[in-house]
T-cell receptor, first 113, second 113 residues
C-alpha cells in the first residue's frame, strides 16, 4: 500500500449505530487530518493531529470522536449521528506542519439514514 | 466572510482552449501559504502546487501555470490547451500561521471533447 488509504470507502448507518472510519498513511508523515466534504460547501477541517497529539478541534460535535494511536493511523469514531452528517470524510497527512502540502486519501462516503 | 473565495462554481470549455480558475484569499498574516488541489471524479484530492507569501514569482509546470498577486490577494490557476482529463473540481486553499487550513468551495471544470 502506498499513500493514504481509507476504509471503508462507503458506509451506510442508522442514527443509533456506532461505526468507525479508519485512515492509514504510508508516507512517514507526522501530521494527520480529518475533513468533512459536503455538497456545495468548502472542505471543513475537523481535527488535526501532530505527533499523535490533537492540536486542533474545530468545534466538531462530540458525536465525532477521533483517535490517533500512532503517527500512521487515524480513526474517526461515529455514534448517534444525524442525517446532516452524511458527507464525504477525507483523511490527509503531511510531513510536519501546515506549510507542507497535505496528501489525501480517497475518502469515505457516509450516509446516515 | 470566506477566507478563500472561488467565485466560479462551474466552467465548461472545449478541448484545447485555455481556462483560468480564479482564487481570492483573505488573511492578516504576513506569512501564509497557498495551495491548489485537483479532485477528479474518483474523489481523492491531488496536490498541485504550494506557494508561500514571500514568493510572488509565477510558476509554470507543463500546461499548468499560476499567477500569484499579493496586491489583489489572488492566486489564479491557468490550464493551457485543456484536455478532457483536466475535468475535475479544483480547490484553492490557504494555510495561515497556527493550525488553520481553509479551502475554497471549488470550481468544477468540464472539458468538452
Amino acid at each position: 500500500e502506498t499513500g493514504v488509504t481509507q476504509t471503508p470507502r462507503h458506509l451506510v448507518m442508522g442514527m443509533t449505530n456506532k461505526k468507525s472510519l479508519k485512515c492509514e498513511q504510508h508516507l512517514g508523515h507526522n501530521a494527520m487530518y480529518w475533513y468533512k466534504q459536503s455538497a456545495k460547501k468548502p472542505l471543513e477541517l475537523m481535527f488535526v493531529y501532530s505527533l499523535e497529539e490533537r492540536v486542533e478541534n474545530n468545534s466538531v460535535p462530540s458525536r465525532f470522536s477521533p483517535e490517533c494511536p500512532n503517527s500512521s493511523h487515524l480513526f474517526l469514531h461515529l455514534h448517534t449521528l444525524q442525517p446532516e452528517d452524511s458527507a464525504l470524510y477525507l483523511c490527509a497527512s503531511s510531513q510536519d506542519s501546515r506549510a507542507n502540502e497535505q496528501f489525501f486519501g480517497p475518502g469515505t462516503r457516509l450516509t446516515v439514514l | 466572510a470566506q477566507k478563500v473565495t472561488q467565485a466560479q462554481t462551474e466552467i465548461s470549455v472545449v478541448e484545447k482552449e485555455d481556462v483560468t480558475l480564479d482564487c481570492v484569499y483573505e488573511t492578516r498574516d504576513t506569512t501564509y501559504y497557498l495551495f491548489w488541489y485537483k479532485q477528479p471524479p474518483s474523489g481523492e484530492l491531488v496536490f498541485l502546487i504550494r506557494r508561500n507569501s514571500f514568493d510572488e514569482q509565477n510558476e509554470i509546470s507543463g500546461r499548468y501555470s499560476w499567477n500569484f498577486q499579493k496586491s489583489t490577494s489572488s492566486f489564479n490557476f491557468t490550464i493551457t490547451a485543456s484536455q478532457v482529463v483536466d475535468s475535475a473540481v479544483y480547490f484553492c486553499a490557504l494555510s495561515e500561521s497556527g493550525n488553520q487550513f481553509y479551502f475554497g468551495t471549488g470550481t468544477s471544470l468540464t472539458v468538452i471533447p
